[in-house]
């Protein structure tokens, strides 16, 4: 293959990355002015960030062996190709139902483009040195996307408006299939793929029930008949598809793999990686905006240290490791999570920017330090032979955890922030308290009127998120120290076995 014809194929590559990346990160600064524009609300705002995980994650199994068989170049382009559609609906849509539509087809894109293109580096670049080189620039230039998404986001949203963050896609995205058509080669595989479309439906019927029952308990409750429907169809379809996972030859999720301890406990890790860590953007936003008032921008420029942080701390991680060991250092990562989180379920509307931004850093730290051991030991624990299957599993238990975090925290922040806000208005003798406290916390909708002066009023909703703030921030930090604890036990025992 020529040298420009590489060139090209790298920088389709990068630039098809960076857009499938950048979704994750910019949509967050937005979510405040969206759900004033179309009057949705806290669940929907939950969609809104959910949809594009729930379909990223549960379509991210299938779409290697679609690459085997129908030509990796051929199913990459359509990804991008298909990103740009659901960019332009999401920046169209009339409704909270159209922009849902137009992130969950963002997702099932994004699952063709961001696992794909590793695929095509390798084939582009059979040198093992070469291939090492772009690929740190491909994870170099996903960070960098997720840095710039929060920051460009707030500019856009400010100045523009919030449907500029997704047509902003579409001259990457045209770029990117216009360098891609040119410079990737054609590549398949048909032998070796492993279709598994009952299992991917089941799948996509498991995050789906899971996450809608998750999110409808925040605004029906927990007892409604709709949660309840849902969380029982989530739990029927799970034991459906894993019975069937066991007895296919090639299944979409190697079951069996999870019988070893350690591939278990990594994937478990990497779930609550996606849980506490990833879904943290959504929550990180609000938080800034609708706590302590800054405005898109300022919350963009204000985030960043987590990402510039993970961004530095995974640029030095390959000495890192040399010198400390990766297992070491994948427990620190996880402690780190944990901790930040902890620590961040103390703040208030109050709390000054010089005590948030250090543990923003120090979650991007643990997070730069978890990513890559994490997807280093998810290899180092499978036979070298299913080592596709289980990078392909590893990064869905991640995808799955950010939409099942976004959907079960958001629900807690929800929920404890009503009854927070709810118990204030009823020591002031505010009627109808809990009424208008589930009306201001899910719409911010204060028409109903209160009693209070508007500035108190406002004060103690702001006091409120915080409150629900600090119980989701709790969660998550626990989860994050005890997938620390089950490593140490699991590295542990196989270190036990080694030596047996």
Same mark, same amino acid.
């Given at each position: 293959?020529?040298?420009?014809?590489?060139?090209?194929?790298?920088? +389709? /590559?990068?630039?098809?990355?960076?857009?499938?990346?950048?979704?994750?990160?910019?949509?967050?600064?937005?979510?405040?002015?969206?759900?004033?524009?179309?009057?949705?609300? %806290?669940?929907?705002?939950?969609?809104?960030?959910?949809?594009? #995980?729930?379909?990223?994650?549960?379509?991210?199994?299938?779409?290697?062996?679609?690459?085997?068989?129908?030509?990796?170049?051929?199913?990459?382009?359509?990804?991008?190709?298909?990103?740009?559609?659901?960019?332009?609906?999401?920046?169209? #849509?009339?409704?909270?139902?159209?922009?849902?539509?137009?992130?969950?087809?963002?997702?099932? #894109?994004?699952?063709?483009?961001?696992?794909?293109?590793?695929?095509?580096?390798?084939?582009?670049?059979?040198?093992?040195?070469?291939?090492?080189?772009?690929?740190?620039?491909?994870?170099?230039?996903?960070?960098?996307?997720?840095?710039?998404?929060?920051?460009?986001?707030?500019?856009?949203?400010?100045?523009?408006?919030?449907?500029?963050?997704?047509?902003? @896609?579409?001259?990457?995205?045209?770029?990117?299939?216009?360098?891609?058509?040119?410079?990737?080669?054609?590549?398949?595989?048909?032998?070796? #793929?492993?279709?598994?479309?009952?299992?991917?439906?089941?799948?996509?019927?498991?995050?789906?029930?899971?996450?809608?029952?998750?999110?409808?308990?925040?605004?029906?409750?927990? =007892?409604?008949?709709?949660?309840?429907?849902?969380?029982?169809? +989530?739990?029927?379809?799970?034991?459906?598809?894993?019975?069937?996972?066991?007895?296919?030859?090639?299944?979409?999720?190697? /079951?069996?793999?999870?019988?070893?301890?350690?591939?278990?406990?990594?994937?478990?890790?990497?779930?609550?990686?996606?849980?506490?860590?990833?879904?943290?953007?959504?929550?990180?936003?609000?938080?800034?905006?609708?706590?302590?008032?800054?405005?898109?921008?300022?919350?963009?420029?204000?985030?960043?240290?987590? %990402?510039?942080?993970?961004?530095?701390?995974?640029?030095?991680?390959?000495?890192?490791?040399?010198?400390?060991?990766?297992?070491?250092?994948?427990?620190?990562?996880?402690?780190?999570?944990?901790?930040? !989180?902890?620590?961040?379920?103390?703040?208030?509307?109050?709390?000054?920017?010089?005590?948030?931004?250090?543990?923003?850093?120090?979650?991007?730290? =643990?997070?730069?330090?978890?990513?890559?051991?994490?997807?280093?030991?998810?290899?180092?624990?499978?036979?070298?032979?299913?080592? =596709?299957?289980?990078?392909?599993?590893?990064?869905?238990?991640?995808?799955?955890?950010?939409?099942?975090?976004?959907?079960?925290?958001?629900?807690?922040?929800?929920?404890?922030?009503? @009854?927070?806000?709810?118990?204030?208005?009823?020591?002031? @003798?505010?009627?109808?308290?809990?009424?208008?406290?589930?009306?201001?916390?899910?719409?911010?909708? !204060?028409?109903?009127?209160?009693?209070?002066?508007?500035?108190?009023?406002?004060?103690?909703?702001?006091?409120?998120?915080?409150? =629900? %703030?600090?119980?989701?921030?709790?969660?998550?930090?626990?989860?994050?120290?005890?997938?620390?604890?089950?490593?140490?036990?699991?590295?542990?025992?196989?270190?036990?076995?080694?030596?047996?």
């Amino acid at each position: 293959m020529r040298q420009s014809g590489k060139r090209q194929a790298v920088a +389709a /590559v990068y630039l098809g990355t960076f857009m499938a990346t950048l979704a994750i990160s910019i949509v967050t600064v937005a979510l405040p002015s969206i759900q004033v524009s179309l009057e949705t609300d %806290f669940s929907g705002l939950q969609w809104v960030v959910g949809a594009y #995980a729930l379909c990223l994650s549960a379509f991210m199994l299938s779409t290697g062996p679609l690459g085997d068989r129908f030509g990796r170049k051929r199913v990459w382009l359509g990804g991008v190709a298909l990103f740009m559609v659901g960019s332009i609906i999401c920046a169209m #849509a009339p409704s909270l139902p159209v922009l849902i539509v137009g992130c969950s087809v963002q997702g099932i #894109a994004g699952a063709l483009v961001i696992p794909g293109a590793l695929s095509i580096l390798t084939q582009t670049f059979p040198d093992p040195r070469e291939r090492a080189y772009v690929i740190g620039g491909w994870s170099s230039f996903s960070a960098v996307s997720l840095i710039l998404g929060p920051m460009l986001g707030g500019i856009l949203v400010d100045n523009v408006g919030w449907t500029s963050i997704f047509l902003i @896609n579409l001259p990457v995205g045209a770029a990117s299939l216009l360098l891609g058509t040119s410079g990737i080669v054609e590549s398949a595989d048909p032998g070796h #793929a492993a279709l598994d479309p009952l299992g991917q439906v089941l799948s996509v019927i498991f995050l789906g029930s899971l996450t809608y029952g998750l999110i409808g308990a925040g605004s029906e409750g927990w =007892g409604a008949t709709s949660t309840l429907m849902a969380l029982g169809l +989530a739990t029927m379809t799970l034991a459906f598809f894993i019975a069937l996972e066991m007895r296919m030859a090639r299944p979409v999720l190697p /079951v069996d793999l999870f019988r070893d301890s350690l591939f278990a406990s990594v994937n478990f890790a990497s779930f609550v990686l996606g849980f506490a860590g990833y879904s943290s953007l959504f929550f990180f936003s609000l938080f800034l905006q609708q706590v302590q008032g800054w405005s898109a921008t300022q919350t963009g420029w204000r985030m960043a240290p987590v %990402f510039a942080a993970m961004a530095i701390t995974s640029f030095l991680f390959g000495r890192l490791a040399a010198r400390q060991g990766m297992r070491r250092l994948m427990i620190l990562g996880y402690l780190m999570v944990g901790a930040s !989180m902890l620590a961040m379920a103390s703040f208030g509307p109050s709390t000054p920017y010089a005590m948030i931004a250090p543990l923003f850093a120090l979650l991007g730290i =643990g997070m730069g330090l978890a990513v890559p051991s994490t997807g280093a030991m998810a290899m180092e624990a499978a036979p070298r032979e299913r080592s =596709g299957s289980a990078s392909a599993t590893m990064n869905a238990m991640r995808q799955g955890g950010m939409t099942i975090g976004i959907a079960l925290l958001g629900t807690i922040l929800s929920a404890k922030a009503i @009854n927070s806000l709810a118990d204030s208005l009823s020591e002031a @003798n505010v009627d109808g308290a809990a009424q208008l406290a589930r009306e201001a916390v899910t719409r911010r909708d !204060m028409s109903m009127g209160s009693e209070l002066p508007q500035a108190v009023f406002e004060a103690l909703l702001a006091q409120s998120f915080a409150d =629900g %703030f600090s119980a989701a921030m709790a969660l998550a930090g626990c989860l994050g120290l005890v997938a620390a604890l089950v490593l140490g036990i699991a590295m542990r025992d196989a270190a036990s076995a080694r030596n047996r």
